[in-house]
């Protein structure tokens, strides 16, 4: 079963195009928890939940209640239908993690309508799960954002990363780039290593690294050490603009 969680037309606020026009379909499941980026969400329980900044969209646990369930790749087409449009904009696929959904018939159904109908495809994701390039030339079409998560998300080192998958999300795809979260407590503690051992599986991907934040304050604390950072090491340095402006605000 396929979960969204929610949709909004805006601008990408992270990566290589940000400022784009971009509708955003946030898919629910993650096979990731990140609780070392310490955002928290509180549920309808009352139960703090920590985790990533869409944590509401991770856990299934506590937020599942407001997931919505899709049964046909009508229900995700319709969702193009509800915004004014200029011609065929970016489509963002994030979550959670959508590769989950990979191998789902409504889920591949959905992206070759997409690339049909001339829409740019993007997809935010970890890059631990691959896909069957062969299988689903649609995703040979699309654009991976590798947010490979490091030890600062608290997660298993083997758990987030594969080099062979990411090595085939990036050589097999249309395009991608690395997009790195980064706190300023953890610029010293050995990130800098662990961005290389994760570059030499692809080492012609442009890297993008991005203040952690699921605040307008968090992501400030974090920025300036951060530009530091990019500027020894040659990074690019992504802003979190959706945060910046709209700070906590979800479907922006």
Not at 62 to 68: E, K, L, Q, T, V
């Amino acid at each position: 079963m396929i979960y969204l969680v929610e949709h909004f037309y805006s601008i990408q606020g992270e990566g290589k195009y940000t400022g784009t026009p971009s509708l955003f379909l946030r898919f629910g499941g993650c096979n990731m928890k990140c609780e070392g980026f310490g955002c928290s969400e509180t549920s309808r329980t009352g139960v703090d939940v920590r985790g990533c900044d869409t944590v509401y969209a991770v856990n299934k646990e506590h937020f599942s209640h407001s997931w919505i369930p899709i049964t046909s790749v009508q229900e995700l087409l319709n969702i193009l239908d509800k915004y004014e449009l200029p011609n065929a904009v970016d489509i963002v696929l994030t979550g959670g993690e959508p590769l989950i959904y990979a191998n789902d018939l409504i889920f591949v159904d959905f992206l070759n309508a997409l690339h049909k109908n001339g829409h740019k495809i993007c997809f935010e994701t970890n890059g631990s799960l691959d896909v069957d390039f062969e299988k689903y030339p649609v995703y040979k079409e699309c654009i991976f954002a590798l947010s490979v998560k490091l030890s600062n998300s608290g997660e298993n080192l083997k758990k987030r990363v594969n080099g062979d998958i990411i090595f085939s999300l990036a050589s097999s795809s249309k395009e991608s780039f690395f997009k790195f979260s980064i706190d300023r407590n953890s610029i010293n503690l050995g990130l800098e290593e662990e961005i290389e051992d994760v570059l030499i599986h692809s080492p012609s991907t442009p890297v993008y690294c991005m203040p952690v934040g699921g605040s307008k304050k968090e992501v400030e604390r974090n920025t300036e050490p951060l530009i530091e950072f990019c500027k020894a090491k040659g990074y690019n340095f992504s802003d979190r603009l959706h945060i910046r402006i709209w700070d906590k605000n979800k479907g922006v």
